[in-house]
């Protein structure tokens, strides 16, 4: 799997600060494929921390995998901020970016 770059494992260089407080849009969260973590390890993830079925979470690791990043939720930034911050602490990659 490809890991993103050092800064996207920092939740605080992961939005600029001026959509960090615009909660009137819409935000996808980001998956990164990486070396490191199974495929178990990330389905659990997106189950525990974004309501995902098994299914679905399976699903959504095999897009990562193959596409390198795929979003797995979206929502307002007051939403997806705690979602983001706690993958990250499961030593995940993702991030946040404006759906367009």
């Not at 993103?4 to 407080?21: M, V």
């Not at 998956?31 to 495929?39: L, V």
């Given at each position: 799997?490809?890991?993103?770059?050092?800064?996207?494992?920092?939740?605080?260089?992961?939005?600029?600060?001026?959509?960090?407080?615009?909660?009137?849009?819409?935000?996808?969260?980001?998956?990164?494929?990486?070396?490191?973590?199974?495929?178990?390890?990330?389905?659990?993830?997106?189950v525990d921390i974004c309501g995902h079925s098994p299914e679905q979470a399976e699903?959504?690791?095999?897009l990562v995998h193959y596409k390198g990043k795929y979003p797995v939720c979206s929502g307002t930034m007051q939403k997806l901020r705690p979602l983001c911050n706690s993958i990250l602490q499961r030593k995940i990659g993702a991030s946040i970016e404006e759906q367009s």
């Open positions: 799997m490809q890991s993103p770059d050092s800064s996207a494992l920092n939740p605080d260089i992961l939005i600029e600060e001026d959509k960090a407080t615009d909660y009137g849009n819409y935000f996808q969260l980001l998956i990164w494929n990486d070396d490191i973590n199974t495929f178990d390890w990330v389905i659990k993830a997106l699903q959504c690791a095999l």
